[in-house]
Nanobody, 123 residues
């Protein structure tokens, strides 16, 4: 089992940047495929990025080229660097972990979730 805690959210103007962090507890962080999702009120949780154990890091089309997902297994931490933020990126961002080696984009395929961190982009 792994526990996840996100941080780094906040308010930023359009065009700005933020870096989210997801700190994982336990000694087995390196054995999980990790992902970032986001959700706005009344909407389904939306895939943002996935850092699988096997294969390349995957991104949603809407964030490709602007967001970078990385992980530091020594620090048990997952990151999401977000550049060129737009109003449409406003959401609660969630970190997730799945007990599998491959990329998945469905929230249903992830086993553990953080509590979320709010990102608000203003004009």
């Amino acid at each position: 089992q792994v526990q996840l805690v996100e941080s780094g959210g906040g308010s930023v103007q359009a065009g700005g940047s933020l870096r989210l962090s997801c700190a994982a507890s336990g000694r087995t962080f390196s054995s999980y495929t990790m992902g970032w999702f986001r959700q706005t009120p009344g909407q389904e949780r939306e895939f943002v990025a996935s850092f699988p154990l096997i294969g390349a890091t995957m991104y949603a089309e809407s964030v490709k080229g602007r967001f970078t997902c990385s992980r530091d297994n020594a620090k048990n931490t997952l990151y999401l660097k977000m550049n060129s933020l737009s109003l449409e990126d406003t959401a609660v961002y969630y970190c997730a972990a799945r007990q599998g080696r491959y990329y998945r984009h469905s929230a249903n395929d992830y086993d553990y979730w953080g509590q979320g961190t709010q990102v608000t982009v203003s004009s």
